[in-house]
């Protein structure tokens, strides 16, 4: 549904967005990682149309960002919340709305309904009548969400929908990207929030200018090859770990002979092995666990490698 191939945007002389390829499939929530001046708020101007790529190609659908009459078929099919929300600020919620609603011909009735509808979602709909200019930066948030919404776009993107909402809020808007899931949607977030990425995102990519990685957010934890697998023992035994040593080279125990980390290939699969064989030397397992890195490692890392 969305496509970047070899996507770069220079400013003059700084390349802001390097040669750029990924894609995202319909109904996918793809999330776009990266630290301040990454690229990402330059990247999405790109797909939505609002700044021309320098080189490569970007598709939403059908049609290529770079043509003048596909760029209308794309703001069709799109919704965006920006990153600086920009209401008209003496007109109330709802008729900030529905001056959107019409400006993408929509009749007074599907106006109506598909107002109704976001702005109840979102908790809105008692303050319909109030200015927009007078919400707090949190409910104006809000209120961009749901201008993004009210034509029905297939594809949404959102620039850091969560990051001046309290935590409850937050919460709201991340069911709510759940539920325009179910809707088969695609959307794509870009985000610092790490945790916010991981719970709701099929696909993740890294960028700082360049692309860092893409994957799952489980392939991703797995690229910096820190997982392990953890095993408690109910009273310290460095026979154990002396008899274990050679077949589980990663083997280490902790300064109080309490918990055992092993580093296998496949840690999930070779938990049984690894239990079996601490009792079989004589340790007594009181818990096993996999322990992963985060994604928060992973990105550190992959951020890092490319600073030094
Ligand atoms: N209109 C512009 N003119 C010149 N430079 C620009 C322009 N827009 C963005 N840049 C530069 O491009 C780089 C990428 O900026 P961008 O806003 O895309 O980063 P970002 O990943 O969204 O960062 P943040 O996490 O802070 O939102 C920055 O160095 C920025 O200064
Ligand atoms: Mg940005």
Redesign the pocket.
């Known amino acids: 549904m969305i496509e970047a191939k070899g996507l770069t945007k220079k400013?003059?002389e700084?390349t802001?967005?390097d040669a750029v390829t990924f894609s995202v499939a319909e109904g996918e929530v793809f999330g776009f990682l990266?630290?301040?001046?990454?690229?990402?708020?330059?990247?999405v101007r790109m797909l939505c149309c609002l700044i021309s790529k320098t080189s490569g190609e970007a598709r939403i659908g059908d049609y290529d960002v770079s043509k003048e009459q596909d760029s209308i078929k794309i703001r069709q099919m799109i919704g965006v919340v920006p990153?600086n929300v920009g209401l008209y600020e003496p007109l109330s919620a709802y008729k900030n709305l529905d001056l959107y609603g019409r400006l993408y011909g929509m009749t007074e009735m599907k106006r109506r309904e598909s107002i109704q509808r976001y702005l109840t979602m979102l908790g809105l709909w008692e303050k319909r009548d109030v200015p927009a200019g007078t919400f707090s930066k949190g409910m104006k948030q809000k209120l961009a969400i749901a201008r993004a919404l009210i034509h029905d776009p297939e594809v949404l993107f959102m620039?850091?929908p969560t990051a001046n909402l309290d935590p409850e809020s937050a919460k709201t808007v991340r069911d709510f990207i759940m539920e325009l899931k179910k809707e088969k949607r695609t959307i794509f977030l870009?985000s610092?929030n790490l945790d916010e990425v991981e719970k709701v995102c099929d696909k993740i990519a890294i960028?700082n200018t360049k692309l860092m990685a893409t994957g799952t957010p489980a392939e991703l934890e797995g690229m910096v090859g820190a997982r392990k697998v953890m095993i408690g023992l109910a009273q310290a035994n460095g026979a154990v770990v002396e008899s274990l040593s050679k077949k589980y080279p990663g083997l280490t125990a902790s300064p109080d002979g309490m918990t055992l980390t092993f580093a296998p290939k496949d840690p999930e699969g070779q938990i049984p092995d690894i239990v079996e064989a601490v009792v079989r030397a004589g340790g007594r397992v009181r818990s096993a666990a996999v322990e992963g890195s985060t994604l928060e490692a992973t990105y550190l890392q992959l951020v890092r490698r490319d600073a030094s």
């Open positions: 400013f003059g700084l802001a967005v990266g630290p301040n001046g990454a690229g990402k708020t330059t990247t990153d620039d850091e870009n610092h960028l």
